[in-house]
Nanobody
Framework: QVQLVESGGGLVQPGGSLRLSCAVSGSIFSIYAMVWYRQAPGSQRELVARITTGSSTNYADSVKGRFTIARDNAKNTVYLQMNSLKPEDTAVYYC?????????????WGQGTLVTVSS
């Protein structure tokens, strides 16, 4: 099994930056990709950014050019650097360890970290 612990959320003003971290432990060899999702109040969960074990990345259109996903294999940690934050980025952010090319019920999830963008 894989265990995930997110950190780094908080309150930030519009235009500001935050870096989220996701510490990974357990059966790391079973991971195909690490994914950041977010869910705003009253909205469906959406994929924000994804990085595969081969370091291929993809992003939601709404965050392209502002967010960057990266991994530090030595620290077993995945990061989401968020710049130029907007109020619409306010959400609970979750990291997920994906076992295959597509999401499945077997994927691991963290507990989430709240990001609030407000003046």
């Amino acid at each position: 099994q894989v265990q995930l612990v997110e950190s780094g959320g908080g309150l930030v003003q519009p235009g500001g930056s935050l870096r989220l971290s996701c510490a990974v432990s357990g059966s790391i060899f079973s991971i195909y990709a690490m994914v950041w999702y977010r869910q705003a109040p009253g909205s469906q969960r959406e994929l924000v950014a994804r990085i595969t074990t081969g370091s291929s990345t993809n992003y939601a259109d709404s965050v392209k050019g502002r967010f960057t996903i990266a991994r530090d294999n030595a620290k077993n940690t995945v990061y989401l650097q968020m710049n130029s934050l907007k109020p619409e980025d306010t959400a609970v952010y979750y990291c997920s360890a994906q076992r295959g090319p597509l999401p499945s019920a077997l994927d691991a999830w963290g507990q989430g970290t709240l990001v609030t963008v407000s003046s």
